[in-house]
Nanobody, 118 residues
Framework: QVQLVESGGGLVQAGGSLRLACAAS????????MGWFRQAPGKQRELVAF???????TYVDSVKGRCTISRDNAKNTVYLQMNSLQPEDTAVYYC????????????WGQGTQVTVSS
């Protein structure tokens, strides 16, 4: 069964930190890429970061230096550590995965809300 389950969202003050987790079923964890996207109210969903099966990471410019994506292969889990959070980081954060050989994200979690208060 294809499954991605996010956790770790919540309410935090500006300047605070959160760590999001995405537990994946084993058949997804072998994906070429696993990533985090976010969608703020009234805005399009955007990529935040992704990590390849070989643990190469890529970040959108707005989070570089503030966020770290990592994976724990023993737990089939991908993490997104977010520091120095700002109100503009408020969004629903989604975990996503590609197929084993693909580059398009085709598997999606249900999302977790991150709210940053000023």
């Amino acid at each position: 069964q294809v499954q991605l389950v996010e956790s770790g969202g919540g309410l935090v003050q500006a300047g605070g930190s959160l760590r999001l987790a995405c537990a994946a079923s084993e058949n997804i964890f072998n994906s070429n890429r696993m990533g985090w996207f976010r969608q703020a109210p009234g805005k399009q969903r955007e990529l935040v970061a992704f990590i390849t099966h070989g643990s190469i990471t890529t970040y959108v410019d707005s989070v570089k230096g503030r966020c770290t994506i990592s994976r724990d292969n023993a737990k089939n889990t991908v993490y997104l550590q977010m520091n120095s959070l700002q109100p503009e980081d408020t969004a629903v954060y989604y975990c996503a995965a590609t197929t084993v050989l693909g580059s398009s994200f085709v598997y999606w979690g249900q999302g977790t809300q991150v709210t940053v208060s000023s």
